[in-house]
């Protein structure tokens, strides 16, 4: 069994997890399975829309995954378990640190929520930073791509991935008691994952309880974990300095030079779990509950290991987080812990009244992670702070030749973030948000108008300087149906985004990035004037939907190399500079009848997003033309499912960026429900068949470190 030398001895559990990434396609808004009739799609809701529209209705692109496509295509993290969605891809710090990257935008232009309220962690921060949230906590995951900032705020230009997670019970139970259990294994990195949730009525209540755990080894690559064009890069720099005058020929050199890693991607073992309990009071007006959740994360850092001075450390801040003493020096881990308090509800309100309804949540969390090397803590991360937000739907009512609704709502939190170490790259700050938000639709049946606006004010402070931003969103949608099952929208979308604390106040070294970062504290607000075409409709005898967008940016904020060093890191600065998105993604799904007693479907998605700089060049970790295929064939208690998935090579790269190859990946899914009295399903599948080398240009490790190789996953769910 492999393991890892530099894993805390906390860390080795009996119960395991672990998961590798899948580019399963899983059926989301207009694409569900094809035994569901359009009717049966229409009463999708999208609860991340204030106005509870359906995905059918929904202006904008959004992609709503259930709990079933979410444990066929469990892919360990968040983010790479929806990677394989149109539009959608992964920053891939390696299986644990993952976030979503939509439409080329990453970072904080993605927001991630948890029933529409912040992470409340440092995921934006860094992308070695892993989000507070996991995948099989889900019910579902509603993704909305393009600017979703009316409703999210100033920061969610790119999109939003909401995660809901039920852990606050919003209906009652049917019988005493309901529940899932889901058990995995990978063989790649000889991962196990568990989780269990239950909730169990008493009367006017429910309860919950769920428990989670993944833990996985160190995973197999089919190569090097170097890519061809780096290690040639390397070995043309080792040459140029043996043949610089004065070079001192080091036998150890030549050792280290050759002893490169193979087969496997070293440090890249986890170990997660989390836990959490709830209670909600449901009665006819509605619901409201609260919800504790307490996580822990255990995780190496793969691709490069931290600079410190050896006397500088600071483990006695955080006594929670023990290291190792037989950890290796040159080994880094991440030993993370967050507590969280969720509130939420919906009230029906009673006629005469304006509001029909009124939905708030607020969550509160306490974050910390440490990064520790050489068995002591070097840098401490703190982040501890809320957000809440309160919406009022207004009760439709019949305007012209149409019907009228909307929504207000009202969004705050404050975030108190705090480094310190040795790669405190960002001075200690408080970021404090105010927004107000109203979205109104009216809807003539064939065509119908939607609009919002949102104003917003940020207030962040720090010992570096302080500054306040007013920043004003707005968008306006016209949509048609010229027959039936036929939707098509043109939105036009202004959305300004404040900067962040790291992109205003940033300044020393950060070895995630491998380079040393410098804000620029006189940056102003970032604007984005967008222009996006949807469509769902029958075509080809299938369900097509598909979007092209363009998005202008005025003072993009991005970082960018100086040419400069500083202690043998390349110094990057944050710059503002025009730039241009633009780019489509479609999915197609159709019946295609049937082959001895099988049930056969297919689908097909496709996505590209360009992004340059207006004066000449590319914007970084943009990922390529990418397009998949799959079919599915069911009969019975079991069914079938085999896919391909294409990624063009990457050649449009930045300035300090190496291009990337293609891929092909293969893979293939069966699923056995076998008994009609339970839900009890057994999964098994391969992936990345042909142990294909796979590097993702949104990763700022990609050169270091590719997706797993050949994996096979077993895993078993039962509902009951």
Sequence with gaps: ???????????????????SLSLLIPAAALAQSGSETPDERDVIIVTSSVLRTTTDEVTGAVEVVDQRHIEDNLAGSLADTIAHEPGVSTTYFGPAASRPVIR????????????GTGLIDASTASPDHAVQSEALEAEQIEILRGPAAIAYGGG??????NVIDGRIPHAPVDGLVDGRIYLGATSVDEGRTAAARARIGAGPFVFTAEVMNRTAEDYDIPGYAESELYRLLEEDEHHDDENRPGFAHDDDDDHDHEEEAIGTVENTWLDTQSASVGVSLIQDWGFVGVAY???????????HAHHHDEEDHHDDLLPAFAADEDDEEEAVYIDMVQNRWDVRGEV??????????????????????????GGAVGTLFTNEGWEGRVEGRFEPVTLGAGTWEGAVGIQAFRRDFAALGDEAFVPASVTE??????????????WGLEGGLRLEQRDLSSLAGDRDFSTVSASGSVFFRPVRDQFFAVTLSRSERAPTDVELFADGPHPATSSYEVGDASLDVETALSLEFTARTPVFGGDLEAAVFRAGFDGFIGLFPTGAEIDELPVFEFRAVDATFTGFEARFERELGQLHGWDLSGELTAEYVSAEIDGGGNLPFIPPLSI?????????AHELHASLEWADVQNDT????????????????????????????????GRNLTDEEVRLHTSVLKDQVPLPGRNFRAAIVYSF
Excluded at 656 to 672: M, P
């Design 348 to 373: 029906d309100l009673p006629g005469g009244v304006p509001l029909d309804s009124v939905r708030f949540s607020l969550g509160m969390a306490d974050y910390k992670h440490a990064e520790v090397e």
């Design 433 to 446: 948000d105010q927004g107000i938000f109203t979205v109104q639709r009216w809807d003539a049946g064939d």
């Design 628 to 636: 998949a295929g799959g079919v599915t064939a069911e009969r019975g």
């Design 654 to 685: 930045a300035a300090f960026e190496l291009k990337t190859q293609s891929y092909v990946l293969a893979n293939a899914r069966w699923t056995w429900q076998p008994f009609t009295e339970r839900d009890v399903r057994f999964i098994l599948e």
């Design 104 to 115: 080329g935008l990453g970072a904080d232009r993605v927001m991630v929520l948890v029933n």
């Design 156 to 161: 969610a230009i790119g999109g939003v991935v």
């Design 293 to 303: 959740r307490s996580s822990e994360s255990q995780y190496g850092v793969p691709g």
């Design 1 to 19: 069994m492999k393991r890892s030398s530099s894993r805390p001895a906390s860390a080795r559990r009996v119960l395991l997890a672990g998961a």
